[in-house]
């Protein structure tokens, strides 16, 4: 067995917890910061940057008001989803919305 497994067991649990916790409260973005990066990559879609705010805020709105019916799990997991790169109001809805149907299924 390696010496490094129990610390990676370690940083793992570290790891996991802050994210578990978090799930409790919708996570705060700085929607302004990832709308110009992701325009920045999107060059050519068509999107402007209000626009783009718009749909953050639209969505923020509807993660604000529906929280408490997605499951601890799918929080867990889309916050953690979400955070890759620029974090998105708009992506973490969707994988809330994912996980929800999945979970009916």
Do not use: F
Not at 1 to 7: C, E, N, Q, T, V
Not at 22 to 37: E, F, S
Not at 82 to 89: A, D, F, R
């Amino acid at each position: 067995m390696s010496r490094l497994a129990p610390l990676a067991a370690a940083i793992g649990l570290l790891i996991g917890t802050p994210i578990s916790c978090a799930a409790d409260a919708l996570p705060k973005y700085n929607v302004a910061k990832n709308c110009k990066a992701e325009l920045a990559y999107a060059i050519g879609i068509g999107q402007s940057e209000a626009a783009c705010l718009s749909d953050e805020k639209q969505s923020h709105q509807k993660l604000a008001s529906d929280w408490g019916q997605y499951s601890q799990a799918a929080k867990s997991s889309c916050i953690r989803e979400t955070n890759i790169g620029t974090p998105s109001y708009v992506e973490l809805q969707t994988c809330l919305e994912m996980a929800k149907w999945a979970e009916q299924r």
